[in-house]
């Protein structure tokens, strides 16, 4: 008796497992040929979009923050990109300015959306700004990508994805393995629970 409540048990948490993974699987699969690895194959776009996240309380840039900067700054400079659009709450999109203009990208090339509490207000902005569609190039990490693409073209925005963690200028040796396997695990973990929010149009 206590071995077919046991086995019933395990067959109910491997389906809530796979219902839970379901919609993020389905929309990386989806999208995953717009994600571009390396940014020689990206094509020549009139904005790089980088997507924020939150700043330290102190207003530094954050481990995760910086890798997205670091990658949209390195498109800006090789030339894939025309211009610069840093997205997110107001004091944090101008931290993230702040931060490419301390690192010799020029304020001319930068636009500054301070209009940003999630992901898809990014793409709002984009799309009531510039009604017709610019060539875009969109910066987060991997774990994000799959639901920021699904998200916006929901919205009409349509772009080339490029993932920040395969930018190699920026030192994580500080890091233990341990550190980044568990910061990288919870943000898959916790943007499978957003995709199911934003199936149901909840985020």
Same mark, same amino acid.
């Given at each position: ?14 389906? @809530? ?13 989806? +999208?995953?040929?717009?994600?571009? /690895? ?13 997507? &924020? ?5 102190? +207003? ?18 090789? &030339? ?28 001319? @090339? ?12 990014? !793409? ?13 190039? /969109?910066?987060?990490? +991997? /774990? ?7 998200? !916006?073209?929901?919205? &009409?925005?349509? &772009?080339?994805?490029?993932? $920040? ?12 393995? @341990?550190?980044? /396997? ?9 943007? $499978? +629970? ?10």
């Amino acid at each position: 008796m206590k071995r077919k409540i046991f086995k019933k048990a395990i067959i109910i948490v491997i389906v @809530l497992i796979i219902i839970y993974w379901l919609p993020f699987v389905i929309i990386v699969l989806s +999208g995953r040929s717009n994600i571009v /690895f390396t940014i020689t194959d990206l094509p020549d776009s009139d904005v790089v979009i980088i997507f &924020g996240t939150l700043v330290n309380d102190s +207003g530094n840039i954050t481990p995760l923050l910086e890798e997205r900067l670091e990658a949209g700054k390195a498109i800006l400079e090789t &030339g894939k990109a025309n211009k610069i659009i840093v997205s997110n709450t107001e004091a944090a999109a101008n931290v993230m300015a702040k931060y490419l203009y301390d690192n010799g990208i020029n304020r001319n @090339l930068v636009e500054i959306d301070i209009q940003a509490d999630k992901t898809p207000d990014t !793409c709002s902005f984009e799309k009531e700004k510039h009604p017709k569609s610019r060539k875009m190039i /969109f910066v987060s990490q +991997g /774990f994000h990508l799959p639901r920021l693409l699904y998200q !916006c073209n929901q919205l &009409g925005v349509e &772009g080339i994805a490029f993932p $920040a963690e395969v930018i190699t200028t920026i030192d994580r040796s500080k890091y233990s393995f @341990l550190t980044k /396997f568990q910061v990288r695990t919870s943000r898959y973990v916790r943007e $499978a +629970g957003l995709t199911w929010l934003a199936f149901l149009n909840i985020y």
